[in-house]
Protein backbone atom coordinates (compact mmCIF):
# COMPACT_ATOMS: atom_id res chain seq x y z
CA UNK A 1 0.00 0.00 0.00
CA UNK A 2 1.15 3.49 -0.27
CA UNK A 3 2.94 6.03 1.92
CA UNK A 4 2.30 9.48 1.66
CA UNK A 5 4.55 12.44 2.96
CA UNK A 6 3.24 16.12 2.48
CA UNK A 7 5.20 19.09 1.61
CA UNK A 8 5.24 23.14 0.58
CA UNK A 9 3.74 24.40 3.55
CA UNK A 10 4.42 27.46 4.79
CA UNK A 11 3.62 31.35 5.80
CA UNK A 12 2.37 33.50 3.61
CA UNK A 13 0.00 36.73 3.04
CA UNK A 14 -3.52 37.67 2.25
CA UNK A 15 -3.73 37.28 -1.56
CA UNK A 16 -0.75 35.10 -1.95
CA UNK A 17 -0.52 31.31 -3.67
CA UNK A 18 1.20 28.62 -2.54
CA UNK A 19 1.06 24.87 -3.88
CA UNK A 20 1.59 21.74 -1.77
CA UNK A 21 2.47 18.68 -3.04
CA UNK A 22 2.19 14.50 -1.69
CA UNK A 23 4.19 12.31 -2.72
CA UNK A 24 3.63 8.69 -2.61
CA UNK A 25 5.69 5.20 -2.39
CA UNK A 26 4.79 1.99 -2.31
CA UNK A 27 3.17 1.58 -5.56
CA UNK A 28 0.17 1.86 -7.79
CA UNK A 29 -0.42 5.06 -7.67
CA UNK A 30 -2.44 5.79 -10.36
CA UNK A 31 -5.63 3.42 -9.11
CA UNK A 32 -6.30 5.82 -6.33
CA UNK A 33 -8.64 8.44 -5.56
CA UNK A 34 -6.16 11.48 -4.02
CA UNK A 35 -8.01 13.95 -1.44
CA UNK A 36 -6.84 16.88 0.18
CA UNK A 37 -8.07 17.95 3.85
CA UNK A 38 -7.55 20.52 5.72
CA UNK A 39 -8.46 20.81 9.71
CA UNK A 40 -8.11 23.48 12.39
CA UNK A 41 -7.61 22.95 16.07
CA UNK A 42 -11.41 22.04 17.65
CA UNK A 43 -12.82 21.48 13.96
CA UNK A 44 -13.56 18.14 12.19
CA UNK A 45 -11.24 17.65 9.02
CA UNK A 46 -12.72 19.13 6.07
CA UNK A 47 -12.99 17.51 2.43
CA UNK A 48 -10.82 20.48 0.27
CA UNK A 49 -10.54 18.55 -3.11
CA UNK A 50 -10.89 15.49 -5.05
CA UNK A 51 -9.12 13.93 -7.84
CA UNK A 52 -10.23 10.25 -9.46
CA UNK A 53 -7.74 7.81 -10.83
CA UNK A 54 -9.26 9.72 -14.51
CA UNK A 55 -8.08 12.86 -13.53
CA UNK A 56 -12.12 14.26 -12.55
CA UNK A 57 -11.94 17.03 -9.84
CA UNK A 58 -14.32 17.97 -6.94
CA UNK A 59 -14.15 20.94 -4.66
CA UNK A 60 -15.65 22.35 -1.45
CA UNK A 61 -17.53 25.60 -2.61
CA UNK A 62 -14.58 27.93 -0.05
CA UNK A 63 -11.96 27.18 -2.84
CA UNK A 64 -13.37 26.58 -6.04
CA UNK A 65 -12.08 29.27 -8.58
CA UNK A 66 -9.16 29.56 -6.07
CA UNK A 67 -7.45 25.79 -5.86
CA UNK A 68 -6.76 23.87 -7.79
CA UNK A 69 -5.91 19.85 -7.48
CA UNK A 70 -3.64 18.04 -10.25
CA UNK A 71 -1.96 14.85 -10.35
CA UNK A 72 1.37 13.34 -12.23
CA UNK A 73 1.22 9.51 -12.08
CA UNK A 74 4.38 9.22 -13.23
CA UNK A 75 6.22 10.96 -10.51
CA UNK A 76 3.46 9.35 -7.79
CA UNK A 77 2.73 12.62 -6.60
CA UNK A 78 -0.64 15.04 -6.19
CA UNK A 79 -0.59 18.55 -5.62
CA UNK A 80 -2.71 21.29 -4.75
CA UNK A 81 -2.52 24.72 -5.60
CA UNK A 82 -3.50 27.65 -3.69
CA UNK A 83 -4.15 30.60 -5.29
CA UNK A 84 -5.73 34.22 -3.54
CA UNK A 85 -5.34 32.53 -0.11
CA UNK A 86 -7.32 34.31 2.47
CA UNK A 87 -6.29 33.43 6.88
CA UNK A 88 -9.66 31.24 6.96
CA UNK A 89 -7.55 28.86 4.58
CA UNK A 90 -5.04 28.54 7.88
CA UNK A 91 -4.77 24.74 8.60
CA UNK A 92 -3.27 21.61 8.55
CA UNK A 93 -3.43 20.14 5.06
CA UNK A 94 -3.54 16.45 4.78
CA UNK A 95 -3.42 14.29 1.94
CA UNK A 96 -5.54 11.19 1.72
CA UNK A 97 -5.19 8.14 -0.62
CA UNK A 98 -8.53 6.02 -1.24
CA UNK A 99 -9.80 2.79 -2.97
CA UNK A 100 -11.63 -0.07 -2.57
CA UNK A 101 -12.05 0.91 1.38
CA UNK A 102 -8.45 1.62 2.30
CA UNK A 103 -7.91 4.86 3.38
CA UNK A 104 -4.42 6.29 3.87
CA UNK A 105 -3.66 9.42 5.24
CA UNK A 106 0.01 11.44 5.31
CA UNK A 107 0.96 13.14 8.47
CA UNK A 108 -0.06 16.86 6.62
CA UNK A 109 1.73 20.56 6.56
CA UNK A 110 1.11 23.60 7.94
CA UNK A 111 -0.57 26.50 6.02
CA UNK A 112 -0.66 30.06 7.87
CA UNK A 113 -1.94 32.77 5.92
CA UNK A 114 -1.44 36.06 7.77
CA UNK A 115 -0.13 39.74 7.71
Known amino acids: QVQLVESGGGLVQPGESLRVSCAAS????????MHWYRQTPGKERELVAR???????TYTDSVKGRFTISRDNAKNTVYLQMNSLKPEDTAVYYC?????????WGQGTQVTVSS
Open 96 to 104: NARRLGLSI
Open 26 to 33: GGAFGTYT
Open 51 to 57: ITPSGTT
